[in-house]
Every structure is written in structure tokens, then in C-alpha cells.
């Protein structure tokens, strides 16, 4: 089953333009990357610049309204995600837990929907889905 | 946490740690069993301590320490030492002062080399096929015995003799706990490739519906096979295979219908392949293909994979490359299997009369008299070509052939759908 870790670091919503981790930061994170793929579990990994430099988009009444970050209501932000292929839960929060991550940091474990865990209508439903999902990810792959 | 939480827990830290913590105890002990059954005592301890105690900071570093410790204990308790135990002994001894932190570095095994030792003991060709398939399993997966028996349909009691009669074999042996060098690499790892590909086409080969254990070997086999990737990233063969799996794995979705029929290659619904899967097959293949040299078996067979994941519908395939990448195989691997296959790429890039060429050579091939695809190819070019009555006769002996009661009857449909004769047929003819 696969998993996506979500790290989501506290400040992170109120970081500024630009802001970008520690080197030495990033090298201990770096050799946790490592353990991941060496150990055959890791299937991919992105960070996310900050809040402050992307935008909300919400539906008031139906209409889109674009709010440009930094948001003053939001509590959590993400700040990257692993994505790990791993045999139960269990396993994922192990991998979680030996993160080197710091007192202000979160990382929340949520399994990846499946298109054989749908039940039949939704599938019927969401029949384009793996279409889609295949055809974005040639173009990311070409 | 509750009993069963701190179960689970224990039951991933031991699928993370075991191999590695099995590689480090057979270097000190240089005995791959003594390594298992001090990993194993370790593992009892941690699930009589850990649901009091907590899991340590460093679990790995802790069942690693216990192990040793026990092995110390065991030894002592012997009486008649042989020399060698006696040398291991006092090696244990000296290392039994280490520091917390250098136990976690004899752990840590930072270029992996102990855990690589492991992979090619295991595979090591003084040990049959199945020993070590099932000591593969049970060494770098941490597969139960219960486990691996019903991933290859075998009773557990089988499984655990094989187990313990391919440690025997290995101590009998003397062979050594290392990475093989020189020539002997080569072949060694070859051995090692064969038994991760049989690993996955063992659960590749199941179809939906059973047991749960054999796509849980495809997964374990891939698992394995990233993990070598990034124990030898130098060598080609290995992302080869990593690339074959991945594009084949790719497809799981879409090998099965409803009711849990297979779907042949060309009649897949192509929305159903992994994108995820077919993006990290191509990039292994990109690896072994930028790592230079002419591509092995294993990364020619992913190449061939490759040509389908790339095609967004089966008429978009690019069938003139696939009958040259089957021609580099027939000159590597010469087989009548790769030969037909290569005539099926001919007929479809070039029309069936190319096809029925190179098949008509394979007809009198002795290790094809009984194998139901080449008449069912035969029969299938000679359709398209109008030779309606020797289509018939080829699509019933293919049926008469197989073992499988959904293609015979299969099979059977075709030669019907012939009887009819030439002049009824001519719509299935090619046009151009």
C-alpha cells in the first residue's frame, strides 16, 4: 500500500517569500531521503515553497475568489510530502517517526486511494481518473 | 498505545531492520543461520520488553546489541569449542564494549556491503533454485515461513525444510560471507537477478481473486530490486531489471476483468496502467541505457515493455522497434519463444505474410511441438492472409495443446468462426 507523509511545519505559514530550509538542515534530511531509498520504500519526494508565495483560490457563492498568500486563517500548512510503497500503517508511521524532524514539525500519514478501493459506482464514476493521472504523468516522465 | 498497536509497531521496525540486522550479525559470525536465529532471539526479546518498556530510540541499534549479547551468552555456554567459535567468541568479546553510538555504526553499514554479502549468500548457485527463492524471502524480506509457503503454494513444513537445509548447505559449503570480485561478479550476479525476476513473475503469474500473498511477491521482488539499485548503482543489468519490473508492474490494474479473466497485452484499457510505475520503469531504463554498453537481457525485455507504456492506444505502438529490440534478444538469449515473438512484432510492423515468414521456420523447432502459442500464431497470420482452411487446422490443434479451459475454448471459437470457408471470411483479410 502507499502512503503519502505530509510534512507540515509550524511557521511555514507565516514564512516569507523565498524562505528556504537550513543547509545543514537539508543534509539531515537528505540522508533520511537516503534510508528511504535504500531500503526500496521511497516512490517520490517534492518540497513546497511557502504559503506566502502562492494563493488560495475559494468559491464564495459559488464564484472563484483568489486570495494570495500568506493566509491569515490558515493554522497547518505543507511543506513537502514523501510518497512510500510499504506493506501496512504500522510501517509508515516507523518510517514516519525516524524522521529528523524538529519540535515545530508535523508529518501526517494518509493513505493513497487506490482506484480498486472505489466501490463500483465510484469507479463508474471516476472511470477517466487513471486516464488522467496517466496522461499527466507521460508529460511529467517525457 | 494499545497491545495490538505496539504489535504492529514491533512487526514494522523488524520488516526495516531484520535484513540489515541478519547482514551484520553474519559478518561477526560468519554463518548465515546463527545469523537468522540470533536476529530471531533479538526479535523475542523486543516483544517481551518493548509493550513495557517502549520502543527504544534506536530499535535497530538495540535488537543489534541483543543479538550480540545472546550470541556471546550462547557461545560461552558451549563447552566444546571449536577453534573457529573460539576466534568468533573473542571477536564478540571485543566488541562487546563498544559504545551505543559505534553499535549504531556496525549497524548503519553505510555502503550497504553487508547487506549486498547477504543477497549474494543467499542467491549463492551452490544452493537449488527454490532453496533460494524461499531463503531470499525469508532472509532479505523477512517473509514467515507460513508466508512464503503460501506465496508458492507449497506446505509451510516444505518451506521450512528447504530453509534449513540451504543453511546447512551454505555452512557445509564454507562459503564465504562476501561480495563476490573479478569475473566471478558477473555470473554471481546474474544469479542474483534470476532469483528477484522469478520472485516477481511467481506473483505476476497469479490472476485476481487469490491469495493475497502472490502480488504481495511482486511487490517484495521490486522492493528488492530498488533496494540493489541503490546498493550497486553502477550496474546496468540491475536497473535493467528494475525497469522490466516496473513497466510490468505498471499493469496490474488492467490484467484482470470483472470476473477476474485475464486481459491479453493489446486489449487493455491503457487508463488503468500505473503512471507512477510506467515514469520510474522508464527512468531505471534511462539509467541502465546512460550507464553505456549494449543493453542485457533484462533491460532489452524492459525496452520492449517500454515501447507499449509508451503508446497511449495499441495502434500507436511502434511495433518495427519492438522486432528489432527482439532481434537484439534472440542474439543474447537465442530461444523459439523470443523467435515468435519476434514474428508476431514482424506481422504487425511489416503484415502478416513477414510474420508467418520466420514462423513457418519455427514449426519444425522440437521444444515447440507442444507449445499451443505457435499454432495459435500460425493460425492467427494465415487468417489474415485469407488461408482460411489452414487456419482452422492450426487453431484446433492449439486448442487440443493448451492446458488452459478458457483459451481452449477460446481457441475452439476461432477455428469455428473459420469454418465457414474462404469466401465468408474474406472481410478478415488485410487491407493495406
Given at each position: 500500500?502507499?502512503?503519502?507523509?505530509?510534512?507540515?511545519?509550524?511557521?511555514?505559514?507565516?514564512?516569507?517569500?523565498?524562505?528556504?530550509?537550513?543547509?545543514?538542515?537539508?543534509?539531515?534530511?537528505?540522508k533520511?531521503?537516503?534510508?528511504?531509498?535504500?531500503?526500496?520504500?521511497?516512490l517520490?519526494?517534492?518540497?513546497?515553497?511557502?504559503?506566502?508565495?502562492?494563493?488560495?483560490?475559494?468559491?464564495?457563492?459559488?464564484?472563484?475568489?483568489?486570495?494570495?498568500?500568506?493566509?491569515?486563517?490558515?493554522?497547518?500548512?505543507?511543506?513537502?510530502?514523501?510518497?512510500?510503497?510499504?506493506?501496512?500503517?504500522?510501517?509508515?508511521?516507523?518510517?514516519?517517526?525516524?524522521?529528523?524532524?524538529?519540535?515545530?514539525?508535523?508529518?501526517?500519514?494518509?493513505?493513497v486511494?487506490?482506484?480498486?478501493?472505489?466501490?463500483?459506482?465510484?469507479?463508474?464514476?471516476?472511470?477517466?481518473?487513471?486516464?488522467?493521472?496517466?496522461?499527466?504523468?507521460?508529460?511529467?516522465?517525457? | 498505545?494499545?497491545?495490538?498497536?505496539?504489535?504492529?509497531?514491533?512487526?514494522a521496525?523488524?520488516?526495516?531492520?531484520?535484513?540489515r540486522?541478519?547482514?551484520g550479525?553474519?559478518?561477526?559470525?560468519?554463518?548465515v543461520?546463527?545469523?537468522?536465529?540470533?536476529?530471531?532471539?533479538?526479535?523475542?526479546?523486543?516483544?517481551?520488553?518493548?509493550?513495557?518498556?517502549?520502543?527504544?530510540?534506536?530499535?535497530?541499534?538495540?535488537?543489534?546489541a541483543?543479538?550480540?549479547?545472546?550470541?556471546?551468552?550462547?557461545?560461552?555456554?558451549?563447552?566444546?569449542?571449536?577453534?573457529?567459535?573460539?576466534?568468533?567468541?573473542?571477536?564478540?568479546e571485543?566488541?562487546?564494549?563498544?559504545?551505543?553510538?559505534?553499535?549504531?555504526?556496525?549497524?548503519d553499514?553505510?555502503?550497504?556491503?553487508?547487506?549486498?554479502?547477504?543477497?549474494?549468500?543467499?542467491?549463492?548457485?551452490?544452493l537449488?533454485?527454490?532453496?533460494?527463492?524461499?531463503?531470499?524471502?525469508?532472509?532479505?524480506?523477512?517473509?514467515?515461513?507460513?508466508?512464503?509457503?503460501?506465496?508458492?503454494?507449497?506446505?509451510?513444513?516444505?518451506?521450512?525444510?528447504?530453509?534449513?537445509?540451504?543453511?546447512?548447505?551454505?555452512?557445509?559449503?564454507?562459503?564465504?560471507?562476501?561480495?563476490?570480485?573479478?569475473?566471478?561478479?558477473?555470473?554471481?550476479?546474474?544469479?542474483?537477478?534470476?532469483?528477484?525476476?522469478?520472485?516477481?513473475?511467481?506473483?505476476?503469474?497469479?490472476t485476481?481473486?487469490?491469495?493475497?500473498?502472490?502480488?504481495?511477491?511482486?511487490?517484495?521482488?521490486l522492493?528488492?530490486?530498488?533496494?540493489?539499485?541503490?546498493?550497486?548503482?553502477?550496474?546496468?543489468?540491475?536497473?535493467?531489471?528494475?525497469?522490466?519490473?516496473?513497466?510490468q508492474?505498471?499493469?496490474?490494474?488492467?490484467?484482470?476483468?470483472?470476473?477476474?479473466?485475464?486481459?491479453?497485452l493489446?486489449?487493455?484499457?491503457?487508463?488503468?496502467?500505473d503512471?507512477?510505475?510506467?515514469?520510474r520503469?522508464?527512468?531505471?531504463?534511462?539509467?541502465?541505457?546512460?550507464?553505456?554498453g549494449?543493453?542485457?537481457?533484462?533491460?532489452?525485455?524492459?525496452?520492449?515493455?517500454?515501447?507499449?507504456?509508451?503508446?497511449?492506444?495499441?495502434?500507436?505502438?511502434?511495433?518495427?522497434?519492438?522486432?528489432?529490440l527482439?532481434?537484439?534478444?534472440?542474439?543474447?538469449?537465442?530461444?523459439?519463444?523470443?523467435?515468435l515473438?519476434?514474428?508476431?512484432?514482424?506481422?504487425?510492423?511489416?503484415?502478416?505474410?513477414?510474420?508467418?515468414?520466420?514462423?513457418?521456420?519455427?514449426?519444425?523447432?522440437?521444444?515447440?511441438?507442444?507449445?499451443?502459442?505457435?499454432?495459435?500464431v500460425?493460425?492467427?497470420?494465415?487468417?489474415?492472409?485469407?488461408?482460411?482452411?489452414?487456419?482452422?487446422?492450426?487453431?484446433?490443434?492449439?486448442?487440443?495443446?493448451?492446458?488452459?479451459?478458457r483459451?481452449?475454448?477460446?481457441?475452439?471459437e476461432r477455428?469455428?468462426?473459420?469454418?465457414?470457408?474462404?469466401?465468408?471470411?474474406?472481410?478478415?483479410?488485410?487491407?493495406g
Amino acid at each position: 500500500m502507499r502512503f503519502m507523509m505530509l510534512m507540515i511545519p509550524k511557521g511555514y505559514e507565516t514564512a516569507t517569500p523565498g524562505t528556504m530550509p537550513s543547509a545543514e538542515g537539508v543534509a539531515a534530511m537528505m540522508k533520511y531521503n537516503e534510508s528511504l531509498q535504500k531500503a526500496g520504500v521511497l516512490l517520490a519526494l517534492d518540497g513546497l515553497h511557502p504559503p506566502s508565495m502562492g494563493a488560495r483560490v475559494t468559491f464564495p457563492g459559488g464564484k472563484p475568489k483568489v486570495t494570495d498568500g500568506p493566509f491569515a486563517e490558515a493554522k497547518e500548512v505543507l511543506g513537502g510530502y514523501w510518497m512510500i510503497q510499504v506493506k501496512s500503517r504500522a510501517e509508515a508511521i516507523e518510517w514516519a517517526s525516524r524522521c529528523p524532524a524538529s519540535e515545530n514539525e508535523i508529518i501526517e500519514i494518509r493513505q493513497v486511494q487506490e482506484f480498486s478501493d472505489f466501490p463500483a459506482d465510484v469507479q463508474k464514476a471516476a472511470a477517466r481518473l487513471p486516464e488522467m493521472q496517466m496522461k499527466s504523468g507521460q508529460r511529467a516522465g517525457s | 498505545m494499545t497491545a495490538t498497536d505496539i504489535h504492529q509497531a514491533i512487526d514494522a521496525v523488524w520488516r526495516i531492520e531484520q535484513a540489515r540486522l541478519i547482514a551484520g550479525l553474519a559478518r561477526m559470525l560468519r554463518d548465515v543461520g546463527l545469523a537468522e536465529e540470533f536476529a530471531q532471539d533479538a526479535l523475542v526479546a523486543a516483544l517481551e520488553r518493548w509493550p513495557q518498556s517502549g520502543i527504544p530510540d534506536n530499535p535497530g541499534a538495540w535488537l543489534m546489541a541483543t543479538a550480540k549479547h545472546r550470541a556471546i551468552d550462547r557461545l560461552r555456554r558451549n563447552q566444546r569449542l571449536e577453534r573457529n567459535q573460539e576466534e568468533i567468541g573473542r571477536d564478540l568479546e571485543a566488541r562487546q564494549g563498544m559504545a551505543a553510538t559505534e553499535l549504531e555504526s556496525a549497524l548503519d553499514d553505510p555502503v550497504g556491503d553487508d547487506l549486498l554479502r547477504l543477497i549474494f549468500t543467499a542467491c549463492h548457485p551452490v544452493l537449488s533454485t527454490e532453496a533460494r527463492l524461499a531463503l531470499t524471502l525469508r532472509l532479505l524480506g523477512g517473509l514467515t515461513t507460513e508466508e512464503i509457503a503460501r506465496a508458492f503454494l507449497v506446505p509451510e513444513p516444505t518451506v521450512a525444510q528447504r530453509i534449513v537445509r540451504a543453511k546447512r548447505t551454505l555452512a557445509e559449503a564454507r562459503v564465504p560471507f562476501e561480495i563476490p570480485r573479478g569475473e566471478a561478479l558477473a555470473a554471481r550476479l546474474s544469479s542474483v537477478l534470476e532469483v528477484i525476476y522469478l520472485i516477481f513473475n511467481e506473483g505476476y503469474a497469479a490472476t485476481a481473486g487469490e491469495d493475497w500473498m502472490r502480488p504481495a511477491l511482486c511487490e517484495e521482488a521490486l522492493r528488492l530490486g530498488r533496494i540493489l539499485a541503490e546498493l550497486a548503482p553502477l550496474e546496468p543489468k540491475i536497473h535493467g531489471l528494475v525497469a522490466l519490473m516496473e513497466i510490468q508492474a505498471s499493469r496490474f490494474g488492467a490484467r484482470t476483468g470483472p470476473s477476474g479473466e485475464p486481459i491479453l497485452l493489446l486489449d487493455q484499457d491503457r487508463a488503468r496502467w500505473d503512471h507512477l510505475l510506467i515514469h520510474r520503469g522508464l527512468a531505471a531504463l534511462e539509467r541502465a541505457e546512460r550507464l553505456g554498453g549494449a543493453l542485457g537481457p533484462y533491460a532489452l525485455q524492459a525496452a520492449i515493455a517500454a515501447c507499449h507504456a509508451r503508446a497511449l492506444t495499441a495502434a500507436e505502438t511502434d511495433w518495427a522497434r519492438i522486432a528489432a529490440l527482439y532481434e537484439g534478444l534472440a542474439q543474447l538469449t537465442p530461444s523459439p519463444v523470443v523467435e515468435l515473438n519476434r514474428a508476431v512484432a514482424l506481422s504487425m510492423a511489416f503484415g502478416p505474410a513477414a510474420g508467418l515468414e520466420l514462423v513457418d521456420k519455427l514449426t519444425s523447432e522440437p521444444s515447440l511441438k507442444l507449445y499451443h502459442l505457435l499454432p495459435s500464431v500460425r493460425g492467427d497470420l494465415l487468417k489474415k492472409l485469407g488461408r482460411i482452411d489452414e487456419a482452422r487446422a492450426e487453431f484446433e490443434r492449439a486448442a487440443s495443446l493448451t492446458r488452459n479451459a478458457r483459451e481452449r475454448k477460446l481457441l475452439l471459437e476461432r477455428a469455428a468462426a473459420c469454418a465457414g470457408g474462404p469466401l465468408q471470411d474474406r472481410s478478415a483479410e488485410p487491407t493495406g
